[in-house]
RNA sequence: GAUUUCUUAGCUCAGUUGGUAGAGCAUCUCCCUUUUAAGGAGAGGGUCCUGGGUUCGAGCCCCAGAGGAAUCACCA
């Protein structure tokens, strides 16, 4: 049973189409201009001055009615397109110019709703306010709202009275999130935008945009858990990518000195304000460059990014102020931790580490070795504190399993990290291309995996192939475009940059069909009643007392008024429940 | 997974020691030809998340469950 403001609008549509109005007609609809060009190019209007030559004479605008204020033979209206909104003026006597005003009285002022996507025509003017606006002379119903939407409404000051605010609505209809909130819908722009300003730059570098298998035999590249599916015909174990680096590199291997993807990717872990299980990525590869030549990239980027989303180096985050202007900080791991707890990790053993996580509160579990052990010193102490963009360089070679060893310090990789508002963005390291020193890496990944570590990475074959071929010495970067996404755009969540995050399953109710009710003997006209006291589901019918079903449906025939029907005898109920 | 907390009208929210369920906006009717959180008059609209319990009586107290959120754990 549809809510009562929702009956009312499916019986416009009717009256609509009683009408000769089709609520959802099929030829295209001219649209010459947007709430956002009038707003700029007919600025210079004064007051009560209307547009008397030109384009903006003649202005086709379509949008969805978002607000209305109706002043007897007149009034006003506001119309919301991709752009904004701009206000509309419907006047009577110029809607209606002969003596039938139902165009104006009936259809624009009854059989349409808020919501409802209407084309407008007519000219741009300024009310005596000071509003541009356009005068319509003709308006075209393009499509009927049955639902009605959250209304929200904003002050001059632009406070939000009735926002739309329950997250889970928000996630689970987007779409009404991005109708009623202009803040999400530029966020998404405004993530698109990121996404394209690093493509320009990228292919501006000469770059090859490249595709790579998301179902995979073998996962790797990263540390993490994945989805695992199924493939029928070859009767495979499949998985969704963690990551596409091995892939990448086979293809520097085939002599392209320039691969990226944007890549989505899936890892079958928990969920949080910074974990969605699928995300998503860009990586990079490039020959003949090292992590060095990788870090000037990545500030030159990023930066880039933040002066096309907001104009200037600086993003507010939180409370933060964030500067991306280059040169960013620069630490090595050891340095870093040194910096924030006064300790000298460099030298220690895993016996070492141990006592020092120890010392300093840490939790640890026997499956951590001396890689993960100072990861975890890092992620506890100086990850959070690294507010301004940062990078961290030279990690423990026990963690990094596919970058190339330091060219000076032993035990240590050229990697780097940089960390932004606490949370790293990207990870970029000096590729391993040695195809002995890769296999045995790996082994030691499968060593770790049987000491417990379900994330450990599994052996490649396939890639070590490739890399005996020979891979070129290349510098490689993953940058995760959520959490970037987050950062430029202020928002505290993974949630509020993805358009359809996970959510667990919607419940929805089995409802039972007219017939369903039928076949247990109800009469068609007591239908609407049963349906009015909730029982939408035969299973929920069934378990309540007879006597109590046949006062409710009695109750309820008066409250609904319907004279006509007869009430059931307490038989006739104890009949459907038999 | 743990802890805390929330769930009342289409939306945002009140709801007193347990005593007939409220407001604004939205909807419907009427008035209003430059308004803009338009305004004025009136009306309709509720499974108080679900199921038990205590009580003469539960939106409120107790128990269980569902869903959401936050924090933690997990997660390079």
Not at 202 to 226: D, F, S
Not at 388 to 410: G, N
Request: a negative charge; glycine letters at 6%.
């Amino acid at each position: 049973m549809r809510p009562e403001q929702e009956r009312v609008r499916i019986a416009k549509l009717e009256e609509l189409r009683k009408l000769g109005i089709d609520p959802y007609p099929a030829d295209l609809y001219e649209v010459n201009t947007t709430s956002a060009e009038i707003k700029t190019e007919c600025a210079h209007l004064n007051a009560g001055e209307k547009v008397e030559e030109g384009k903006y004479k003649q202005v086709s605008v379509a949008g969805r009615l978002m607000g209305r204020r109706i002043q007897g033979k007149a009034g006003f209206a506001e119309l919301q397109d991709p752009e904004g909104r701009v206000q509309i003026y419907m006047n009577r006597d110029e809607l209606c110019p002969g003596e039938d005003k139902s165009y104006y009285n009936n259809v624009y002022k009854k059989l349409i709703d808020l919501g409802d996507i209407l084309g407008v025509k007519g000219y741009v003017f300024k009310t005596q306010t000071g509003e541009l606006s356009i005068w319509v002379t003709e308006y075209t119903l393009l499509t009927k709202a049955i639902k009605p939407l959250p209304q929200p409404k904003t002050d001059e000051d632009g406070k939000v009275y009735d926002a739309f605010t329950d997250p889970e609505l928000r996630y689970r209809q987007r779409y009404v999130d991005l109708i009623v909130n202009p803040k999400v819908r530029d966020t998404f722009i405004k993530r698109t935008k990121l996404m394209n300003t690093m493509r320009e730059y990228l292919n501006e570098k000469g770059y090859l945009e490249v595709e790579t298998p998301i179902l995979q035999p073998l996962y790797g590249g990263a540390a993490a858990r994945p989805f695992k599916t199924h493939h029928n015909t070859l009767d495979m174990t499949l998985y969704l990518r963690i990551a596409n680096e091995l892939y990448l590199k086979r293809l520097i291997v085939g002599g392209y000195d320039g691969v990226y993807e944007f890549s989505k990717d899936f890892r079958n872990e928990g969920m949080s304000r910074f974990h969605n299980p699928e995300f998503t990525q860009i990586e990079l590869y490039v020959a003949y460059k090292d992590y060095e030549w990788m870090m000037n990239l990545v500030e030159e980027m990023v930066e880039k990014v933040a002066l096309a989303l907001h104009g200037t180096t600086e993003v507010q985050v939180g409370e933060h102020v964030i500067n991306f202007q280059r040169p960013w900080k620069r630490y090595t791991m050891y340095g870093a931790i040194q910096h924030f707890t006064g300790i000298d990790v460099s030298g220690m053993d895993e016996a070492q580490l141990r006592a020092t996580c120890d010392k300093l509160e840490i939790k640890v579990d026997d499956s951590m070795a001396k890689g993960k052990l100072i990861d975890e010193i890092f992620g506890e102490k100086c990850e959070p504190f690294l507010i301004q963009p940062t990078f961290i360089t030279d990690y423990p070679v026990e963690m990094s399993p596919l970058a190339k060893k330091h060219r000076t310090e032993p035990g240590l990789v050229e990697r780097f990290e940089a960390i932004a508002n606490g949370k790293e963005i990207c990870n970029s390291f000096s590729e391993l291309n040695d195809p002995l020193d890769q296999r045995e890496r790996f082994e030691e990944q499968v060593n770790l995996g049987k000491r417990g570590d379900d994330e450990a990475m599994t052996l490649d074959e396939d890639f070590l192939r490739a890399l005996e071929y020979g891979m070129p010495p290349t510098a490689g970067l993953g940058i995760g475009i959520d959490r970037l996404s987050m950062i430029m755009t202020n928002s505290p969540t993974i949630q509020e940059v993805l358009f359809f995050p996970q959510m667990k399953p919607e419940k929805q109710p089995v409802y039972a069909t007219e017939e369903d009710y039928k076949a247990i003997g109800i009469r068609e006209e007591l239908i609407p009643i049963i349906q009015e006291l909730g029982y939408f589901e035969i299973e929920k019918l069934k378990v309540v007392k007879a006597t109590k079903l046949h006062q409710d449906v009695s109750g309820m025939r008066k409250k609904m008024k319907l004279k006509e029907v007869k009430n059931p005898s307490l038989e006739e109920v104890e009949g459907w429940l038999a």
